[in-house]
């Protein structure tokens, strides 16, 4: 049996779709070069501590344990970039989860760090909802069986 492609999109879902898949692989990399920077601090990589040492220095002090994290954060975002590509019902809630981590953590820093928590907050309340929209859903859902002929 035949199987039709994917439901048809309209542009703008498919731009934001393809937003957030290329922020996952992106947030991933990243990710990869901030593990190298705390595995080695002080290397040539470091510089992407300026303006934020005093931070930097507070992830040094559990070294590994930070490190280890943000290894299985880079892993599981680049996982979900693997499935987000292929529109994998998995990947849109691996997104979810992450979206919703970084929001526990925004909430977290709201109190040291109010704007800019306060930014975050709403960037992953908006990205959050769009996840959640059935349209976004629509996208990912299983291929139906085509129809033959005859």
């Known amino acids: 049996m035949a199987v039709t492609g994917q439901p048809r999109e309209a542009v703008p879902l498919r731009a934001l779709r393809y937003a957030f898949g290329v922020f996952l692989v992106a947030a991933g990399l990243f990710l990869i070069i901030v593990v190298v920077t705390i595995v080695d601090p002080g290397g040539g990589l470091s510089g992407i501590w300026a303006g934020k040492e005093r931070a930097f220095h507070d992830l040094l002090r559990h070294q590994v344990l930070i490190a280890a994290g943000f290894a299985c954060l880079s892993a599981a975002m680049l996982t979900a970039a693997a ?3 292929r529109r994998r019902r998995w990947s849109r ?8 981590a970084d929001l526990a953590g925004n909430l977290v820093t709201l109190r040291s760090d109010a704007a800019s928590a306060a930014l975050g907050i709403g960037i992953d309340a908006a990205i959050l909802t769009w996840l959640l929209l059935p349209v976004t859903a629509g996208v990912f859902a299983r ?3 085509a129809e033959h002929p005859g």
């Open 83 to 85: 499935g987000w590509w």
């Open 93 to 100: 809630w691996l997104g979810v989860a992450i979206i919703a």
């Open 143 to 145: 291929p139906r069986p």
